[in-house]
């Protein structure tokens, strides 16, 4: 679930920026005669746009699933049942946007309903926070874990790397005069950030722990055996 949740995240991801660069490129700059091939590219951008940030508020609610453990981990049906959903929910949810904006505005580029989303992302980060020092505070009174206080600032500022920060930097910097220093930030930080939610929503700790282990053991066996192979006359 997690995988295929991060794979339409990177997916979407690269389509939206592939069609931004198409649109502005090579039809704005030298095909400014095609109109509707440009209003075509800029829809479909817009949509992955926005299919990328609903992506980021369904890996949001995956991860307050975890910590509140609403169902089985290992229940396939009920996996099955909650891909569906975020299917329908990331792939039909832009059109239905995207066909009442159109009803009401006449536009096709605009970023109107991914305004809407980001801040419906902000929401979800604002509950989900709040839920995790919940169940924090609630397991370390059972159990008394000591660090909860770490613990929980860590996932919160790891989730806020996560789903915080984009939001914030598409909204600062849209509105610089200087559009170079958006587009720059922006990818730099977008190239930090897929390796970043693959590693904390993806790759599990004890996943990463036995990767780890596995890549120490080679190399301290490969070590080894070309130690023995020079000691020998």
């Known amino acids: 679930m997690r995988l295929k949740l991060f794979i339409w995240y990177l997916t979407a991801l690269v389509l939206a920026h592939s069609c931004m660069i198409t649109c502005v490129h090579i039809i704005w700059e030298y095909y400014d005669g095609l109109k509707l091939l440009s209003i075509a590219v800029g829809f ?22 975890t910590f509140r453990e609403l169902g089985p981990e290992n229940s396939l049906r009920c996996d099955n049942k909650r891909y569906k959903m975020y299917a329908i929910y990331v792939w039909s949810v832009p059109i ?3 066909i009442l904006y159109m009803l009401t ?15 419906l992302n902000f ?50 910097f849209l509105y610089m005069s200087n559009l170079a220093y958006y587009m720059i930030s ?9 390796p970043l939610i693959f590693k904390l929503f993806v790759l599990k700790t004890n996943v990463w722990n036995m990767l780890k282990n596995s890549f120490w053991h080679r190399y301290t066996q490969a070590n080894t055996t070309t130690d023995d192979m020079s000691s020998v006359p």
Not at 45 to 65: K, Q, R
Not at 106 to 115: N, Y
């Open 186 to 194: 922006k990818y730099i930080f977008l190239s930090i950030e897929a």
């Open 96 to 98: 239905i946007f995207y």
């Open 44 to 65: 479909i951008s817009s949509y992955f746009f926005m299919a990328t940030f609903l992506c980021m508020s369904v890996i949001g609610f995956e991860i307050w699933i």
């Open 123 to 172: 929401f979800i980060f604002i509950i989900m926070s709040f839920q995790i020092c919940i169940i924090r505070y609630n397991v370390s009174t059972v159990r008394s874990e000591q660090n909860n206080i770490f613990r929980t600032a860590k996932t919160i500022l790891s989730i806020f790397f996560m789903m915080g920060i984009p939001r914030i930097i598409f909204f600062v």
């Open 105 to 119: 505005l006449s536009s096709i580029w605009s970023f109107g309903p991914v305004v809407i989303i980001l801040f």
